[in-house]
């Protein structure tokens, strides 16, 4: 656990630039939401989950109307039925309230993923200007040529194209967060910059997959089907119900049994698979920030030594390419991991703060 906070104190580090350009839209009718927030946003904005909830109202209908039909013309199946039907709306209501949460979430990241990105290419432009300095105080010197002075000065170009890339990317990052949570896409809903804490968690794969694979909605809704079935066929198996009828209920019966069975395997596929990813992520992240620390003392050395005339203008570049692609590398694994943690507990049934319901 100690190995993380230490590289996470450089992180933040890393980061702070870039969360507090956030402050720099505080003026005006800008308006910074946290996770929570948008999350709320977008279930009271979504067409989608409006739909689910009203699938529920009418399922609750319709078993009411089996209960009234239990006076006159007693069903047990029919009932059923209705009381599955209910169940599965339900279900279907939460998964969408679920699977809605992890696409805000998901862009939530990707806007401050984004805008981290694009600080880092202004560190990158400035590093440029200060080197393209150097380079015309050299040529002046009479210790460097005019050729050094055009690769530093394309570096610079070559900085302002990245930066006007990144804020093009930023727009359409942010745009897609607004069009989630069901805002004007123009508008000026933005994500809160937050400082994300990188700290590895302890998952029992054997536990949640035993509690996905009883709980996930899916395979509820396939097990109220089965139970259903079950019943019809036990309703139809007696003298009175024709031969034929019995034959359609038991081959129902075992194609939603076969149903149920293949929805398993493919959840169990996709946890593990949902676990792997998370592992992989959060390994990658110390390895990372170890790049960075190698790459800013590579880029240090590489500027004495520019400045003392023991390297070229093309190693110095190289050096400070090698910087800015290492910050990229950690912050894109930095909200891959959260990101990967996030669809982790999505798989195993779990809310997205990693809680099982009704716990």
Do not use: C
Not at 50 to 66: C, G, P
Not at 148 to 170: N, P, T
């Amino acid at each position: 656990m100690n190995r993380w906070k230490l590289w996470t104190v450089g992180l933040l580090a890393v980061l702070t630039v870039a969360f507090m350009g956030f402050s720099a839209f505080a003026a005006g009718d800008t308006e910074h939401v946290t996770l929570e927030k948008a999350e709320a946003i977008a279930f009271e904005n979504s067409i989608e989950l409006q739909l689910a909830k009203l699938a529920v109202e009418e399922a609750e209908f319709q078993h009411k109307q089996a209960e009234a039909a239990m006076i006159m013309q007693p069903s047990p199946v029919m009932l059923m039925q209705a009381q599955g039907g209910l169940d599965v709306a339900r279900q279907r209501y939460l998964t969408s309230k679920d699977e809605l949460a992890l696409e805000v979430r998901t862009d939530f990241f990707n806007a401050l993923r984004t805008k981290n990105l694009l600080d880092i290419a202004r560190e990158g432009l400035e590093s440029a200007k200060r080197h393209e300095e150097v380079a015309k105080k050299k040529l002046a010197a009479g210790t460097a040529t005019r050729l050094d002075v055009i690769r530093a000065s394309r570096s610079v170009l070559s900085s302002q194209s990245g930066i006007s890339q990144a804020e093009h990317g930023l727009e359409l990052a942010e745009m897609k967060f607004r069009q989630t949570l069901g805002v004007d896409l123009d508008g000026s809903t933005l994500p809160q910059g937050i400082a994300l804490e990188a700290e590895p968690i302890t998952v029992d794969l054997e536990s949640d997959m035993a509690y996905a694979l009883a709980n996930r909605d899916e395979v509820k809704q396939l097990v109220l089907a089965v139970e259903v079935a079950q019943k019809n066929v036990e309703i139809s198996d007696n003298d009175y119900t024709p031969a034929l009828t019995l034959e359609q209920a038991k081959l129902n019966l075992t194609k939603l049994e076969k149903q149920l069975e293949q929805a398993k395997r493919g959840f169990t596929l996709q946890i593990k698979q949902a676990h792997s990813s998370l592992k992989d992520a959060e390994e990658r992240l110390p390895v990372l920030q170890k790049g960075v620390e190698e790459a800013e003392e590579m880029l240090r050395l590489s500027e004495l030594s520019y400045e003392a005339d023991m390297i070229t203008a093309n190693d110095l570049e190289d050096a400070q390419l090698g910087v800015l692609s290492a910050k990229n590398e950690l912050i894109n694994a930095l909200y891959d991991y959260h990101l990967a943690k996030s669809r982790y507990f999505h798989a195993v049934g779990r809310s997205l703060t990693g809680e099982r319901a009704g716990q």
